[in-house]
């Protein structure tokens, strides 16, 4: 009974010791826009306050709208936002396109959908199928972001956060 009693004590132990390790390795996430300089494309800061969320790596769960209002099955995983201003689309664990986030005019808008366009500096082998390139950014809570198409027949398209 007592050596029964060590083990458990032991495992214990054990599990308490390797949660921290596995936990930190989760936030210590590298992004694949990692290795591009922040200042690329903007020397300061360009989304405004309310929409620095935006920042991180989200998974594209869902595609919708279109003529049919069916959407589409997604043609990558992630897309990647990094600061200032940088995007990047991520396909079986490649970068394949990145490039700037250019603001918009917020006029005529509701305060929580963000006008932007999305221009590519790199393809990889295959382009993503988002056209036109202008979209409204629509942060819902913390860990929804959503792509919404300015237009009537168009894609819109749907993430969640990973980090």
Known sequence: MELAYKKILL???LIYLFIPVSCEKVENLELHLDS???NEYY???IIPGNFLMIYGK???YDV??????EGYNPDYDYMEIK?????GLVRSDSLFEYGKIQLRSSENYPEDYLPVALTPDFYGSKEAKMNPRERFLYLKGKDSLNMISPCCDRYNYHYIRVR
């Open 83 to 87: 600061n200032i201003g940088i995007y």
């Open 11 to 13: 495992k214990s132990c």
């Open 64 to 69: 919708s709208g279109g003529y049919s209002g």
């Open 36 to 38: 591009i300089d922040s």
């Open 43 to 45: 020397s300061e800061e």
């Open 58 to 60: 989200w998974r594209l």
